[in-house]
Nanobody, 124 residues
Framework: QVQLVESGGGLVQAGGSLTLSCVAT????????MGWFRQAPGKEREFVAA????????VYADSVKGRFTISRDNAENTVYLQMNSLKPEDTAVYYC?????????????????WGQGTQVTVSS
């Protein structure tokens, strides 16, 4: 059974940067497409970014396009989310998740296992 553990969250000022990591243990990450989602207080979980198994294809939510970059290192069993030009509205708990789908997906129901999340807080 795969385990996903996120890290890298924290408190940052608006305009700053953070890099989130999601390390998989138990199974090779390369057999899964991966996604990042976030959930702000009082709001539903929303899609942020996704990446195909090889890393050759990526997709982003419009709200983060041009500011966030998803990447993966299958040799290290790790997926990253580089977040630049952070805004207060990016404040949320960020989750990584795995999907058995061949390609990436923006739909949460295509993901069958989730990490515990890491808190990102952006101050104005």
């Amino acid at each position: 059974q795969v385990q996903l553990v996120e890290s890298g969250g924290g408190l940052v000022q608006a305009g700053g940067s953070l890099t989130l990591s999601c390390v998989a243990t138990g199974r090779m990450l390369s057999i899964y497409s991966m996604g990042w989602f976030r959930q702000a207080p009082g709001k539903e979980r929303e899609f942020v970014a996704a990446i195909s198994r090889s890393g050759g294809s990526t997709v982003y939510a419009d709200s983060v396009k041009g500011r966030f970059t998803i990447s993966r290192d299958n040799a290290e069993n790790t997926v990253y989310l580089q977040m630049n030009s952070l805004k207060p509205e990016d404040t949320a708990v960020y989750y990584c998740a795995k999907s058995e789908r061949l390609g990436y997906s923006i739909r949460s129901y295509d993901y069958d296992y989730w990490g515990q999340g890491t808190q990102v807080t952006v101050s104005s």
